[in-house]
């Protein structure tokens, strides 16, 4: 496996080569050094990355992504495929992407893929562009516009503001020409809240009943020890990862930020309130980490893969890790999952793109939604590589996991229901 990525990376270029040479070791174990582990998740990123942007910052990606649907897929317009891929594929590396320049192979990876990042968001919204994404029909672009405009909060210097007047003009009128789409009453919801955030955030007219409507809503299917229910019925499965923590907690971060009205209530309580309750949700997470990597493989989108660990790296990114889930434990516990993943066998097809599957290409597994444009939302378990090598994140030492110290017989905290 090591050797037909390392010679993959050698095709695609001398940074990605040295990029993955850094991390051969790493690849092949559930443990290693801090900037092993580094390495293997920034050569994931790669992986990712490259193949799309490349394409797509050339209007080439709806010409050369070949289209793989479920086998249960329901008959919308699979053009939906490119804004799922580009929408959250960008909103899982935009950390990386903010991170200052450098003269190192990683600096220049990321100089390279930053450009080739604001060429296709100027392609994403460019009528005469062959890679304009699908703004109209199917209320799927509801969905990944969210994903599109999360990406530039998370990242504004470099993926906003670079951009000229034409293309930002573009954009804020497709965003706001999604307000036509009804919300369902699930996780869609934030969705719609996110793009009116972003509004927000960059100082366009926003709608902030379509913000509080859904943090309401969603604080109504809070069901208590750091689960929330997407819509009326509890369902066990991860879409509060892939959803609901992260985009309620960064919803209220501009709430907070722009002292934007919410009646009744102070969103500086809720954004306390969103963030104990998405740490409570991060060790539940982390507890699910089994001794070797595994994870229970529960619920619908499970091709989604590691963005099940999205609130965990979002809090490292934020800094935010309860004091339970010590920084190298989380990195430990996070690499093993990633390996035990990613390490497995075709993953991605032999043009770089990403399959349908859980650990490697098992496109029975599939859900009704499900095309290999919406994998790319894997892309959300790498935000912690938003952090400089250099921050304790990534230098302190590695320590064993919850199960893994358990099923070792090592001491380990008992794991009690909280309140809040």
Same mark, same amino acid.
């Given at each position: ?8 990376? =050698?095709?695609?270029?001398?940074a ?14 559930? $443990? !290693?050094?801090p900037?092993? /582990?580094r390495?293997?998740?920034? +050569?994931?990123?790669?992986?990712? $990355? /490259? *193949?799309?942007? !490349?394409?797509m910052?050339?209007? /080439? ?6 289209l793989e649907?479920?086998?249960?897929w ?7 495929a &490119? ?20 003269g ?7 100089q ?9 968001y ?11 994404l699908?703004?109209?029909g199917?209320?799927?672009a509801?969905?990944?516009?969210? &994903? ?24 804020v ?8 789409? /009804? ?9 719609? =809240? ?7 955030s960059?100082?366009e ?6 913000? +509080? ?5 969603i604080?109504?299917?809070?069901v !208590?020890?750091g ?21 309620l ?6 709430l ?7 009646? +009744? ?8 309130? $969103? ?14 980490? !089994?001794p ?12 989604y ?5 999205q ?32 390490d497995?066998?075709?993953n ?14 098992? *496109? ?6 499900? +095309? ?11 935000l ?8 304790? &994140?990534?230098?302190?030492p ?7 110290k ?5 001491r380990?905290?008992?794991? &009690?229901?909280?309140?809040?």
């Amino acid at each position: 496996m090591q050797r037909r990525n390392f010679m993959r990376a =050698a095709a695609l270029g001398p940074a990605a080569s040295g990029l993955l040479a850094a991390g051969q070791a790493a690849a092949a174990a559930s $443990a !290693g050094t801090p900037g092993q /582990e580094r390495a293997h998740m920034l +050569n994931l990123l790669r992986q990712m $990355a /490259e *193949p799309v942007l !490349g394409l797509m910052s050339k209007g /080439e990606l709806k010409k050369k992504f070949t289209l793989e649907l479920s086998p249960t897929w329901d008959g919308r317009d699979p053009s939906v495929a &490119y804004l799922e891929c580009f929408g959250r594929l960008i909103a899982g590396i935009a950390p990386w992407l903010a991170l200052p320049a450098d003269g190192t192979p990683e600096g220049q990876l990321r100089q390279r893929l930053q450009q080739q990042a604001l060429q296709s968001y100027a392609n994403a919204v460019d009528p005469k562009s062959p890679d304009l994404l699908t703004w109209k029909g199917h209320g799927q672009a509801l969905v990944d516009s969210a &994903y599109f405009t999360n990406a530039l909060m998370r990242a504004p210097k470099v993926l906003w503001d670079p951009l000229d007047a034409t293309t930002k003009g573009r954009i804020v009128a497709a965003i706001k020409g999604l307000r036509r789409i /009804e919300v369902p009453y699930i996780n869609w919801l934030l969705f719609a =809240a996110m793009n009116e955030a972003w509004l927000l955030s960059i100082g366009e007219e926003s709608d902030p009943m379509r913000m +509080n409507g859904a943090i309401r809503k969603i604080n109504e299917w809070y069901v !208590g020890d750091g689960w929330i229910k997407d819509g009326q019925d509890f369902h066990f499965d991860y879409y509060g990862a892939y959803v609901m923590h992260p985009m309620l907690v960064e919803i209220l971060e501009v709430l907070v930020a722009r002292k934007a009205p919410f009646w +009744n209530a102070k969103p500086e309580e809720l954004l306390a309130q $969103a963030t104990k309750r998405a740490q409570r949700y991060g060790e539940h997470l982390e507890r699910f980490i !089994g001794p070797e990597g595994s994870y229970p493989p529960i619920g619908r989108s499970l091709t989604y893969r590691t963005a099940v660990f999205q609130p965990l790296a979002l809090l490292a990114w934020r800094k935010q890790l309860p004091a339970s889930l010590p920084e190298g434990q989380v990195r430990a516990a996070l690499h093993a999952a990633h390996v035990a993943i990613w390490d497995g066998p075709s993953n991605f097809t032999q043009d770089g793109f990403l399959t349908i599957g859980f650990r490697g290409r098992q *496109p029975e597994l599939g859900d009704w939604y499900s +095309n290999n444009g919406s994998m790319y939302i894997a892309a959300a378990g790498l935000l912690a590589l938003g952090l400089p090598a250099t921050d304790s &994140y990534w230098t302190s030492p590695a320590q064993d996991w919850t199960q893994k110290k358990a099923f070792s017989s090592q001491r380990f905290p008992k794991d &009690y229901p909280v309140s809040y």
